[in-house]
């Protein structure tokens, strides 16, 4: 490797791309090629760097793979930070393999660290926390070392443990200080700022209140009888059950949760839950059917009484009862809490993380431009969707996170 190929390279892992560019700009040799990729990425030119780093990856072919599996991890990267998070990151696992056959332990770590973080960003937390166990943090590149510390606690966050979080931003905010790069630096102060801003609101006898990660985890560590909306759960400690395929049920005890400890209406109960302006006998029928269902799915946690007016909801135990919903609530909640990470997403790319159709996720993303809180640009698959300023978004317990065992 010729001087130029490695003082640009330097500048590349110093966050210098200007300097890098300088060096390579002119040339069209592979390694000059790939170094121009990674710079124009740095510049945010995505499309010029995914071009650039095609060309390098076809120019070094199978004669070279340890320099062919580095392009590829690096185009796996553009497509993570483009939120194209199906086939485009389909290479890097075998990338990986090659670059850890070949004995390049940082390169190989990095593809590892990227694919945590594409795992974690489709919510297969179990997955992204193993392939972080593998990993070393002192083999990674210096820039990725706060990467991986922040896929570290988003994986906690998610899980709502808030101590592991800290620890986690702590690492990242001292890795970040140590390379020097302003850009990650900022990285890290968001995901600061996404740790301390209001988790949750409680809803409870004593009134309304915002919550921070710390109080929710201590909430639900608790002996009270949690109607948690932002999982659509129902939960005792460590004993829960869960609602989230049955909205109408979540939406009785949850009306029910707010009334208590008096009781709801009829008329409420169906207005709330079933969306109903005028209740007639079929609807107080089917009122009474899913009362005794939500009995059965409430088990040994709740029961449900019947009241002169309506329903009571009584916590087994002598229990009182608390109420989670989001900071700010909208219909699509859960959607919004993945565009207010700042990037942009694409349609097809929100589906897998949600795990749901993408017509789905279309109709909800036009339904969001309509009333101003996303915005769209591009067209066909070049389209990309962002969050507008949403008040009391982003949250982590809205963010895709696999259910504990009921």
Known sequence: MDSLITAAARALAMGDPLGALKRVALREDPPALALRGIAMAQLG???RARDLLRRATRAFGSREPVARARCIVAGAEIALVSRDLGEAMRPLGAARTVLDAHGDRANAAHA????ARRLLLIGRLD??????AGLDPDALPRASRAGYWLVAAGIAMRRIRAAPAQAALEAAEQAARDTGIASLAAEVAQARQAFEAPAARLISTEGERLLRLAEVEALIASDRLVIDACRNLVRVGGSLVQLGSRPVLFGLVRVLAEAWPGDASRETL???AFGAREADESHRARLRV???RLRKELGAL????????????EPLGARTVAVLVPPAENDHAALLALLADGESWSSSALALALDTSPRTVQRALEGLAANGSAESFGRGRACRWMARQVPGFPTSLLLPAPLPDG
Not at 112 to 115: A, F, H, I, N, T
Not at 302 to 313: H, K, N, V, Y
Request: hydrophobic share 45%; aromatic share 6%; net charge negative.
């Open 302 to 313: 709740a029961e449900i009484s019947a009241t002169e007016c309506g329903f009571i909801l």
């Open 270 to 272: 169906l207005k709330r």
């Open 45 to 47: 030119d995505l499309a």
């Open 127 to 132: 997955e992204a926390e193993q392939i972080l």
């Open 290 to 292: 899913e009362i005794g």
């Open 112 to 115: 590892g660290y990227l694919e």
